[in-house]
């Protein structure tokens, strides 16, 4: 018998019309929750996200929203309890890549817009889903899609690298704060990744080949593989969880020092 983790449960997910967070929204709805599906610009891939939550038999609704800006962030909050009412796992999944530019060639624009919309955006969904949880007595998972790059740096990389790492240490004070309320809070923080935030990797199998061969595993990874581990972090598992980042990553990150001496 096949036992459904998440049954009376309603998640929160950002960035779910594709990739990482379409399939943990997936993977939520066919473990017995209803979905709340937030998307930026793809209504029509944000759409199909729902329908696939519906054919899993569970109830979802998306909405359009910036959610690194404060005012769109409290809108879906306000949206979601009112149609659900109550949320009980918010996962940040929303986010940008890195603009791939040396400091030197960086604008500051540049910069502080991967910062908003990879670090502001968790500051805010976790603030409003802290609150929220509070008003309905403490208990909550709060799962964030971070990337080994929270911990290995990259040269031209400098945006994204601090967005990450930043999101590290608000997880982890997050989990001193709320510990005592049971609501958890934890990374995840993937390597290569099959996902459209890769989409050369996908297209170029020469090109997705090298990259493979500096990971141990010697295989990318596929968002199921990190959908799977948020469902576990999201269940009653995972309880005495929190604070921890839990990498996916086939082994990369074991490799970047081989060669020292």
Do not use: W
């Not at 989990?175 to 990374?187: C, F, P, R, S, Y």
């Amino acid at each position: 018998m096949i036992i459904k983790k998440l049954i009376g449960k309603t998640a929160l997910v950002t960035g779910a019309e594709s990739g990482i967070g379409q399939s943990i929204a997936v993977e939520f709805a066919l473990n017995g929750a209803d979905v709340i599906i937030t998307y930026l610009n793809d209504e029509a891939a944000a759409q199909s996200t729902l329908l696939k939550v519906k054919q899993a038999g569970r109830n979802g609704i998306i909405l359009q929203v910036d959610v690194s800006n404060e005012q769109e962030v409290d809108f879906l909050f306000a949206t979601a309890v009112g149609h659900f009412s109550h949320i009980d796992i918010l996962v940040n999944s929303a986010g940008v890549r890195s603009v791939d530019k040396y400091i030197h060639q960086l604008s500051f624009h540049e910069f502080k817009k991967t910062i908003k919309a990879n670090l502001y955006s968790t500051f805010l969904c976790c603030r409003n889903f802290v609150k929220h949880r509070l008003d309905q007595g403490g208990y909550g998972r709060i799962i964030n899609i971070t990337s080994i790059h929270e911990e290995i740096v990259s040269p031209g990389k400098t945006d994204y690298c601090a967005s990450k790492s930043a999101i590290r240490g608000l997880c982890r004070s997050l989990a001193m704060e709320l510990a005592d309320k049971q609501i958890t809070v934890n990374n995840i923080a993937p390597g290569m990744i099959l996902t459209p935030m890769n989409q050369r990797a996908i297209d170029d199998l020469v090109y997705r080949k090298d990259l493979e061969e500096r990971i141990p595993a010697k295989v990318s990874g596929t968002s199921s593989d990190v959908a799977k581990v948020a469902l576990f972090l999201a269940s009653d598992d995972a309880a005495y969880i929190t604070g921890t980042t839990q990498i996916i990553d086939g082994g990369l990150n074991l490799n970047r020092a081989q060669g020292a001496r």
